[in-house]
């Protein structure tokens, strides 16, 4: 039932090229698929075009809420990236040459593998850059200085993050906090969802529900906590908002095709979208957050920009007709992927004016682009509680990093449906050891505050949180890395193992930092966990050692630490219920687990 009137005609643009030696390909977030690429011969291309997807299917090519068009070779001597600066929706076919044990034995000697790359965008120009590393770490840094290096998070946005859709209102959210102090868990943030508003009026207050939101956000301060609330780029059609009103009369809306106000549907009902490729709208926009302008907000609020692919519920693909029109005339094609990004900028110039620059602003986004890193936070949407998902979600969280959306994580516990205790606590395992820690559900769910479901599951969820706490000093380290370097906390193992094959393929282990290897445990009933540790050149064992630990408990209720000797240093692997965490020293020649 739409139409889409392609003003300017064709205008779409290609590019081939062939990447000789090399059969292993990273990057192209957001897709939920493993963390190598596949041939993509026999089926559709890997598909960059930003959309809201409720439950999104696993192992697909097809778009998310993000897109980072970057493509990552590596092979053992060399690292390189194809960076395809473009923001219509795009397409990227990387088929691989066979592999020896499909070419002919006579033929073998002279087979080189390549990866042919090619990349069709629906308009723009041709914009390729190659980064020719070559070692990984060279490569992060090249691309850095090119789209720009991670934001260094403020402390607090490393810590434990509590959100729900929707805490009900003053009282419920004062009874949260107060639960975990009662259980002696320790946590950074607690999150608003749409409901706290006026009618989902962003920037207002459900005067019933918030009657006082500052009195809370000084409640919470008083601990050192912060509150997040949610602010989205579609603004409800109401000529009785003053809000509404300045934007329409400000002309800071999007535009149809007749050259009206644009308008779809959305959480508000019927609404218009703020046009945040216009650098007016996006400073208008971020005077909003001002202490003055936004009623009820204090230094301690912080801002969550969902929905901004764009969604739209009642367009094509439930996001906006690629012939809207934004300032300059640019039909909506031309940037599509660029919308979320230029919202989460302007919402993050909104903060650091408010503190007169004084402070480091949080902004989590759900759509990005590449560069979003240079603003903060990014999530992987509404994933599903289910032991597939946590799978995935390491994969995905490692192609994000790859791609240089360092501060990335994935809802804790599953946004859709409700898990069973097991898959919450290994949920929580490993989302303590990735960069953004957040516990996150739906309205429909059952409420899961780390105390609802018995002691011994709570017992083990404050284990996990304040082991995260002890590895704050760390987290934050490996972020400053990231800030000035380009080098992202959560590493591919053959980040750190450049030349060590057994390595480029494995995507359910990594590196945090140089000094940390994780292999969070993602299976029900587990109690033996296989895990890869690469030869570095200066250990002094066997290259691509599998040891296997095991936990002598029922791995469901105990939260106990496999003693490990590494070198005569003694570290502990968290397994059990939570996941496995080796010290990674310049030599080990044998780990002996007691």
Known sequence: QFVDIKANGPSSIGSDLCLHGFSHVYGLPEHADGLQLRDTRDGEPYRLYNLDVFAYDLYSRLGLYGSVPLLVAHKPDRTLGVFWLNSSETHDNPPTSPQDGQTPPVKRRRVEPQTDVHWLSESGVIDCVVLLGPSPQQLFTQYAQLTGYQALPPLFALGYHQCRWNYDDEADVKAVDAGFD??????????????????????????????????????????????????????????????????????????????????????????????????????????????????????????????????????????????????????????????????????????????????????????????????????????????????????????????????????????????????LVRWYQAGALQPFFRGHSAKETKRREPWLFGEEVTAVIRTVIQQRYCLLPYWYTVFHQAHTSGLPPLRPLWVEFPREQSTFTVDNQYMIGGALLACPVTEAGVQEVRVLIPESGEVNQPPGNIYTFQCLHDTRRCGCGIKVSVSGLETFIFIGVFSVLVSHCQTYPHIAVE
Request: proline share 6%.
């Open 182 to 423: 009662r259980h002696g868990i320790p946590y950074d943030v607690i999150w608003l969802d749409i409901e706290h508003t006026d009618g989902k009026r962003y920037f207002t207050w459900d005067a019933a529900l918030f009657p006082e939101p500052a009195g809370l956000q000084r409640h919470l301060e008083e601990k050192k906590r912060k509150l997040v609330v949610i602010s989205d780029p579609h603004i409800k059609v109401d000529p009785d908002w003053s809000l509404y009103c300045e934007a329409r009369d400000g002309r800071h809306f999007v535009k149809n095709r007749q050259g009206q106000i644009y308008q779809g549907s959305c959480w508000p009902g019927e609404s218009s979208y703020l046009d945040f490729s216009s650098s007016d709208t996006r400073a208008w926009y971020s005077r909003c957050f001002g202490l003055d302008k936004y009623k009820g907000s204090t230094p301690s609020l912080f801002v969550w920009n969902d929905m901004n692919e764009p969604s739209v519920f009642d367009g094509p693909e439930q996001t906006m007709p690629k012939d809207a029109v934004h300032y300059g005339g640019w039909e909506h094609r031309e940037l599509h992927n660029l919308y979320g990004f230029y919202q989460h900028m302007a919402t993050v110039e909104g903060l650091i004016t408010r503190s007169g620059g004084l402070e480091r602003p949080f902004v989590l986004s759900r759509s990005f682009f590449a560069g979003s890193q240079r603003l903060g936070a990014i999530w992987t949407g509404d994933n599903v509680a289910s032991w597939e998902y946590l799978r995935i979600s390491i994969p995905m969280l490692l192609s994000l990093s790859v791609a240089g959306i360092a501060f990335c994580g994935a809802d804790v516990g599953g946004f859709v449906q409700d898990p069973e205790p097991e898959l």
